[in-house]
């Protein structure tokens, strides 16, 4: 076997795994130094207003505190692209939870003893925080999220429905829900003169020093900002997030090194979070299982801060063959946190709804829903008429039906029982946009045998510093110890950030042109690699962003097996089941990785993971992870993630798709699905907790007219 045979696709062990399970890796608040002072914010404790007046005597009398930020003595700096950066630059009060106040000292227990201190006088106004579906505020917004076409119709959608054969016409409600990654958004700034060092937890820090230096009013060259390890991030770090701000704001105050770490009772009013949606779902079909109408109408909440349109209607565009439908989105601007990206943002609420409606479907038709979702497998894709680039979800069905045993379930519900446990399975199909952008790189050979590849990726827990080793190595023909990697930092070569499943085709791209030039260089090199090393050097602009002749999407089909505990209306999940088409996969080791984390969020978004927006108080009740319940080890009992092999030539040079998202997207479905062939009762608000499911079954068991009708 060769080098290049072996090296891309092993599933090679992460390159920081060592540092990290030993304490030696640094995050953002790890970075010690002389003089560091620490930094709490002071969350507005009102829903909407502004505010009169801040009293810092009690916190500034406090041992250890240093200073007192506000909106009246903050460094004043220019307005950001972004208005939720504008933190301390007036008085107004957009929502609960906006920081009025930032209290910097000695300590990180002082900074939190001040910040308790501080007084501050508010004047109220009428706030509202609740969406409806017949909001009178509600509009349809020019884009949703991503530039994606707020409505997108084709045919004639209500005269369709009005004449299919078997018709679906269903609402669904989907909670906030929060990122919460394991380290909490942070960020230590250092100023020397006019020149900014950070070290910010971050998806992207050329953004984050893109923005710092456009609200600071100075040129990039002077800005310095590092990610060398992020705990997670899940969407909510996509973005400058204002730690960083603050963080630099308290550093020119104070003239001292400055670490804000937001508490995590805060995030979930300061980092984003995925917006709740109330869905109506419209699917008609003949008597064959075709679709002939598909209507799926979303309305969702934004901030009054700025606009954000959870795209959960995008989906729907591109999955199954239907030549009547409509796509909608409304939005209601509420005095609420503005709502953000998390994992899969649009895709993972809205195929939870598609592909419940679809079980529901299946179930109206007596049709097998593995058979159903092959029956509308389009040929192009529906919303762009574009070829596919590849599309293997067929295959993924049946190849997840072979190995979860599919063929042995009955279809009856209710048809298991194992004393109070009613048992159920349940299927679903799963999608995620090829994302891709511009990254620059560079590949250095060196006198010792070595290369050192260097990109500003962000590793938030992937293992990108190993993908891009393995890229390297490919591309140049070389072990893959003989490749030394640097990312994280803007001393390097800029390259985009780490979201939507788009890092390691963006990163990686660049890379290997960088390694793939330079070994065209060492072919012709007459002699021995010279001291200073040979270089070569990368810029996809122009490549990566290029308009593509096809529809580039990866697809999944996920399996569940649930028992439904009929005394307590507990919900378990005994075996869950993944299976991808998702291009090349690049390290089976870190691939499956992604994929079980992801299949696991989407169990917690099922089962356990819910907010609730308190309306008298303008506040997300469940504010952390004591009653934001997360997914544990206990609540996962088999899990198992596979790929088919998939030969896309239509990506990049790899030929690799994202990985981090799809796992999310479809499981929640499966797991319904499953609940709802176990019971028989079709429940259409997540997540399924005991309290819900407990009163379905008792609803669907009482006797007519028990509960009123």
Same mark, same amino acid.
Request: charged share 20%.
């Given at each position: 076997m060769t080098v290049t045979e072996s090296v891309l696709g092993a599933g090679a062990e992460r390159r920081e795994g060592r540092e990290k399970v030993t304490g030696a890796a640094r995050y953002a608040a790890e970075f010690d130094g002389p003089g560091r002072a620490h930094a709490w914010p002071v969350p507005a404790a009102v829903a909407r207003g502004r505010v009169t007046g801040v009293d810092p005597a009690p916190a500034l009398a406090l041992l250890g505190v240093l200073a007192v930020l506000t909106h009246e003595n903050a460094p004043r700096l220019a307005a950001p692209d972004d208005p939720v950066l504008a933190v301390l630059q007036g008085p107004d009060v957009p929502h609960r939870g906006w920081p009025v106040a930032l209290v910097v000292a000695e300590t990180l227990e002082a900074a939190r003893a001040g910040a308790a201190a501080v007084r501050v006088a508010y004047h109220t106004e009428p706030h509202d925080v609740t969406l409806t579906a017949s909001h009178p505020d509600a509009y349809v917004p020019e884009d949703a999220n991503g530039g994606n076409p707020a409505v997108r119709e084709r045919g004639d959608l209500d005269g369709a429905?009005?004449?299919?054969?078997?018709?679906?016409?269903?609402?669904?409600?989907?909670?906030?829900?929060?990122?919460?990654?394991?380290?909490?958004?942070?960020?230590?700034?250092?100023?020397?003169?006019?020149?900014?060092?950070? !070290?910010?937890?971050? !998806?992207?820090?050329?953004?984050?020093?893109?923005?710092?230096? !456009?609200?600071?009013?100075?040129?990039?060259?002077?800005?310095?900002v590092s990610a060398e390890h992020v705990g997670g991030g899940f969407g909510s770090?996509?973005?400058?997030?204002?730690?960083?701000?603050?963080?630099?704001?308290? =550093?020119?105050?104070?003239?001292?090194?400055?670490t804000v770490v937001f508490p995590r009772r805060t995030l979930? =009013?300061?980092?984003?979070?995925?917006?709740?949606?109330?869905?109506?779902?419209?699917?008609?079909?003949?008597?064959?299982?075709?679709? +002939?109408?598909?209507?799926h109408e979303v309305t969702t909440h934004t901030s009054r801060v700025k606009e954000f349109v959870e795209q959960a209607a995008v989906p729907a565009r591109v999955m199954y063959a239907a030549p009547h439908s409509r796509t909608a989105h409304r939005v209601v601007r509420l005095d609420v946190p503005t709502p953000s990206w998390m994992r899969a943002p649009g895709e993972a609420p809205g195929m939870y709804v598609l592909e419940s409606a679809m079980d529901e479907l299946a179930v109206e038709l007596d049709m097998d829903p593995v058979e159903l979702r092959i029956r509308n497998e389009p040929e192009t894709e529906?919303?762009?008429?574009?070829?596919?680039?590849?599309?293997?979800?067929?295959?993924?069905?049946?190849?997840?039906?072979?190995?979860?045993?599919?063929?042995?379930?009955?279809?009856?519900?209710?048809?298991?029982?194992?004393?109070?446990?009613?048992?159920?399975?349940?299927?679903?199909?799963?999608?995620?946009?090829?994302?891709?952008?511009?990254?620059?790189?560079?590949?250095?050979?060196?006198?010792?045998?070595?290369?050192?590849?260097?990109?500003?990726?962000?590793?938030?827990?992937?293992?990108?510093?190993?993908?891009?080793? !393995?890229? #390297?190595?490919?591309?140049?023909?070389?072990?893959?110890?003989?490749?030394?990697?640097?990312?994280?930092? +803007?001393?390097?070569?800029?390259?985009?950030l780490a979201g939507g499943s788009?890092?390691?085709?963006?990163?990686?791209? #660049?890379?290997?042109?960088?390694?793939?030039?330079? *070994?065209?260089?060492?072919?012709?090199?007459?002699?021995?690699?010279?001291?200073?090393?040979?270089?070569?050097?990368?810029?996809?602009?122009?490549?990566?962003?290029?308009?593509?002749?096809?529809?580039?999407?990866?697809?999944?089909?996920?399996?569940?097996?649930v028992t439904v505990d009929t005394v307590t209306g507990e919900v378990r999940v005994r075996r869950m089941l993944g299976v991808y088409a998702a291009g090349r996969i690049l390290n089976a080791r870190t691939a499956r990785s992604q994929f079980v984390g992801a299949m696991t969020m989407g169990l917690g978004m099922a089962l356990t993971e819910?907010? +609730?927006?308190?309306?008298?108080?303008?506040?997300?009740?469940?504010?952390?992870? &004591?009653?934001?319940?997360?997914? &544990?080890?206990?609540?996962?009992?088999?899990?198992? #993630?596979?790929?088919?092999?998939?030969?896309?030539?239509?990506?990049?040079?790899?030929?690799?798709k994202g990985i981090?998202?799809?796992?999310?997207?479809?499981?929640? *479905? *499966?797991?319904?699905?499953?609940?709802?062939?176990?019971?028989?009762?079709?429940?259409?608000?997540?997540?399924?907790?005991?309290?819900?499911?407990?009163?379905?079954?008792?609803?669907?068991e009482a006797p007519a007219g028990t509960f009123g009708g």
């Open positions: 429905f009005a004449a299919a054969d078997v018709r679906i016409d269903a609402e669904y409600r989907l909670p906030p829900l929060h990122n919460h990654p394991m380290e909490p958004h942070a960020s230590t700034a250092r100023w020397d003169g006019d020149r900014l060092t950070v !070290q910010s937890s971050s !998806q992207g820090t050329t953004v984050v020093r893109t923005t710092l230096a !456009q609200m600071f009013e100075i040129p990039e060259e002077r800005i310095t770090k996509g973005t400058p997030r204002p730690d960083v701000v603050l963080a630099a704001m308290a =550093a020119r105050h104070t003239g001292r090194t400055v979930p =009013a300061v980092v984003g979070h995925r917006a709740p949606t109330l869905h109506r779902l419209r699917l008609g079909a003949g008597r064959d299982g075709r679709l +002939t109408a598909l209507g529906p919303d762009s008429g574009l070829p596919f680039s590849s599309r293997h979800l067929v295959e993924c069905l049946r190849e997840g039906a072979r190995r979860f045993g599919w063929s042995d379930r009955d279809p009856r519900p209710r048809s298991r029982a194992e004393g109070p446990l009613l048992v159920g399975t349940g299927v679903a199909a799963a999608t995620y946009p090829v994302l891709v952008s511009p990254s620059t790189a560079s590949a250095r050979a060196l006198p010792d045998g070595c290369f050192r590849v260097r990109v500003n990726a962000t590793d938030i827990g992937t293992g990108a510093r190993t993908v891009l080793a !393995q890229v #390297a190595a490919d591309a140049l023909g070389v072990p893959l110890d003989r490749v030394r990697i640097e990312v994280g930092s +803007t001393e390097l070569p800029a390259a985009s788009s890092g390691t085709a963006s990163w990686g791209w #660049a890379v290997h042109e960088a390694c793939a030039r330079l *070994a065209e260089r060492l072919a012709t090199l007459p002699g021995p690699v010279p001291e200073e090393g040979i270089g070569a050097h990368a810029d996809t602009t122009g490549q990566a962003d290029a308009e593509s002749a096809y529809a580039r999407h990866a697809f999944g089909a996920h399996f569940a097996e819910d907010s +609730t927006m308190d309306p008298a108080f303008g506040d997300f009740t469940e504010s952390d992870l &004591a009653s934001y319940h997360v997914p &544990a080890h206990a609540d996962v009992l088999d899990i198992e #993630a596979h790929w088919i092999e998939e030969d896309d030539p239509h990506l990049n040079p790899m030929g690799s981090g998202e799809i796992g999310i997207v479809g499981s929640a *479905a *499966a797991v319904g699905n499953a609940v709802r062939h176990a019971t028989g009762v079709r429940f259409r608000e997540l997540p399924l907790t005991p309290d819900r499911v407990l009163g379905g079954l008792l609803e669907h």
